[in-house]
């Protein structure tokens, strides 16, 4: 194994030294994770500020060289993070990952039950060393009958009724993102940073567990209230009964397709002023919400018919003016080129760690909110395999004979 620091550039320090204090400035955050769920978790609070040392297998992180869908997943998850490579397996390596849990604020993992506590790193272990260690454990459930089935974002969308409503009858289909994956993980950074402020009050550490599966419960939870509240079972999102009657994607001219709404009564009597439908506006079957959403069967053709014409750059300038609701269909590559992105901060540069683009600079997406009116940034790349290390090892007490002796071991191992 090789540690290959990367030197800051003069630039970039002088960027560090004029940084802005981050929420979580000064808390350590151990890392054994891997995937989306707990790297997402690690993710949040190294963005909010916090270190956060990613322990790796000897060999990295699995999801440094997937193919296909998974192919961002370690350059999107794990960014503001260090890379340390230990063979937990190995007496030695599970020292200094024994060592360096013991030195964090927060310890976060998502592996299999048993596991945390098989290498002597679970919560029961770890807390009377530290008891003021906070421990997140992301997994596929909570305690209870399913908690040793193996999950996954797929497998909780089918069981917990996501892909039912997002596929067409008969056809379930997961979402078009690692959603429970994600929010779990973000439900487990909340989780942590709750548990920091009432460590503050108590200056006692705990435990704290996230799931896939109730996360994904959490997300349907709005359709098991409608079949509460109506006594009616909630359709598939493609054959649901809209709340509203213009609430749709319209194919219109030269094949481009475009979402357009109209969620109000005065949204839609500004939609049929601006398109000159003033037959639709005086027609007293459409006067109110309701009124239309009976009428949607006979409405929404008619509206398909008129709007076809119209390009959709001609609807959207239309929608823009009158302050209505509409979208373009965007596939995610063409969002690096959005105007609103650019213009706000909302992507940043990353250098990629791994595969045949290793060393080429793109751009990230960052987390969805401004603190002091500013978005929060990327302070270092995703790290390569172990280029920590050496330093961490240091940090522990390691001497540099201590460092290389372990390295040789692994490298062998």
């Not at 973000?186 to 996360?215: H, K």
Request: aromatic share 6%; with cysteine.
């Amino acid at each position: 194994m090789t540690c290959t620091p990367i030197a800051p550039t003069a630039a970039s320090g002088a960027a560090q030294a004029d940084r802005r204090p981050l929420p979580l400035d000064g808390l350590r955050v151990v890392e054994f994770t891997h995937m989306v769920m707990g790297p997402t978790c690690g993710m949040v609070l190294a963005d909010l500020g916090a270190e956060v040392i990613k322990v790796e297998p000897v060999d990295g992180d699995r999801t440094r060289h997937l193919l296909g869908s998974g192919a961002g997943f370690f350059s999107m998850f794990n960014r503001n993070k260090k890379s340390i490579a230990l063979d937990l397996r190995s007496p030695e390596g599970l020292e200094v990952a024994h060592k360096l849990a013991a030195s964090a604020d927060v310890v976060v993992q998502n592996f299999k039950p048993g596991v945390m506590a098989k290498y002597g790193l679970d919560y029961a272990a770890l807390s009377p060393r530290n008891p003021r260690l906070i421990l997140v454990n992301h997994s596929g459930f909570l305690p209870g009958p399913y908690e040793h089935r193996t999950a996954l974002d797929e497998v909780v969308q089918m069981m917990g009724g996501l892909a039912y409503m997002t596929g067409r009858p008969g056809d379930p289909l997961r979402a078009g993102a690692s959603v429970n994956d994600i929010m779990g993980g973000m439900f487990g950074a909340l989780g942590a940073i709750a548990a920091l402020m009432q460590r503050g009050i108590t200056g006692r550490g705990q435990e704290v567990d996230s799931a896939l599966f109730e996360n994904n419960v959490f997300l349907v939870g709005q359709h098991m209230l409608q079949y509460a509240v109506t006594g009616q079972p909630a359709a598939p999102m493609p054959e649901r009964i809209s709340s509203w009657a213009l609430y749709d994607v319209f194919s219109v001219k030269d094949g481009e397709q475009i979402f357009l709404a109209a969620v109000s009564d005065a949204q839609w009597l500004a939609f049929c002023d601006a398109l000159g439908f003033a037959d639709l506006k005086a027609d007293p079957q459409l006067l109110t919400n309701n009124d239309r959403v009976r009428a949607r069967a006979r409405l929404l053709p008619e509206l398909r018919q008129r709007l076809a014409g119209y390009s959709a750059g001609e609807l959207a300038a239309i929608f823009e003016q009158r302050g209505l609701p509409f979208a373009p269909i965007a596939r995610p590559e063409q969002l690096f080129d959005d105007p609103h992105l650019n213009a706000t901060g909302g992507l940043a540069d990353i250098t990629l760690p791994d595969g045949e683009r290793a060393g080429q600079t793109v751009r990230t997406a960052l987390l969805p909110l401004r603190m002091a009116g500013q978005r929060l940034g990327v302070r270092s790349p995703p790290p390569v395999l172990g280029q920590h290390t050496a330093a961490l090892m240091a940090e522990l007490g390691y001497t540099p004979e201590q460092v290389q002796a372990l390295q040789g071991k692994q490298a062998v191992a």
